[in-house]
């Protein structure tokens, strides 16, 4: 018979395939309003994950985390981020050098690499969760392949912002949630780099007329 801890250790792995797919999602579109949609849903994701890992563990304090994070990533960052794209008007991205395709095999790729070298170690150390781990890990490879290969300073900005939910992710499943001080500080610094990116965002856009980092280089010399 079913239980309430195996339901929500199942909610957690599909949660966090989700998170994923949506990072694959942002691989292989060129939209930057869809890269910001897909992030807000991951913050979503999050935070359902924070809530079923405060179930199973039954820390209180991951309630008010799970809170958070729903505000910060699937709706305040996300505003901060629709209000920097609308300031300078740069809503789709640059043609890759490498086709779609490619780049989604490369992703998922990452995936399964993930599975290969992490499962084993995982499966004897944390067995209920060790598929759910190996998902979060495989989002912060993801989410740092999208810095790299976007050309748009938001995408990057969105590239990192991904990379970070992984890392927040892993943390949650790793230590079943850190101390309060130590998670509310780590979403702090985590709205003071996006503001601080968005800011030299519009400044990149102001002096190329564009944000394609690629356009630095001019910079040389």
């Known amino acids: 018979m079913w239980t309430i801890d195996f339901l929500v250790d199942k909610i957690i ?7 994923i797919m949506t990072s694959l999602m ?20 999050l935070a359902v994950v924070g809530l079923g890992i405060a179930i199973i ?4 304090d991951l309630f008010l985390i799970a809170i958070l994070v729903l505000f910060v990533n699937g709706s305040f960052l996300p505003g901060l981020l629709y209000r920097c794209l609308n300031g300078i008007g740069d809503v789709r991205e640059e043609e890759s050098y490498i086709k779609i395709p490619v780049l989604i095999i490369i ?11 992490a499962y084993p170690m995982l499966a004897g150390d944390v067995p209920r969760l060790s ?32 990379m970070r939910n992984g890392v927040l992710l892993t943390s949650i499943l790793l230590t079943s949630g850190m101390p309060l001080a130590i998670e509310v500080g780590i979403i702090i610094e985590l709205v003071l780099t ?3 990116m ?24």
Request: aromatic share 14%; with cysteine.
């Open 131 to 162: 598929l759910a781990i190996c998902n979060s890990i495989s989002v912060v490879l993801i989410g740092s392949f999208i810095i790299a290969i976007k050309k748009k300073a938001i995408s990057q900005i969105i590239g990192f912002l991904i």
């Open 107 to 117: 992703g998922v790729a990452f995936v399964i690499l993930t599975y290969y070298i």
């Open 57 to 60: 563990a039954k820390k209180p």
């Open 194 to 196: 996006t503001f601080i």
């Open 198 to 221: 968005s800011i030299f965002t519009h400044r990149i856009d102001s002096f190329f007329n564009n944000t394609d980092v690629s356009r630095l280089t001019k910079l040389r010399g």
């Open 13 to 19: 792995s599909s949660f966090t395939i989700l998170t």
């Open 26 to 45: 942002i691989i292989g579109g060129n939209s930057i309003r869809k890269y910001i949609k897909y992030y807000s849903y991951q913050g979503i994701m």
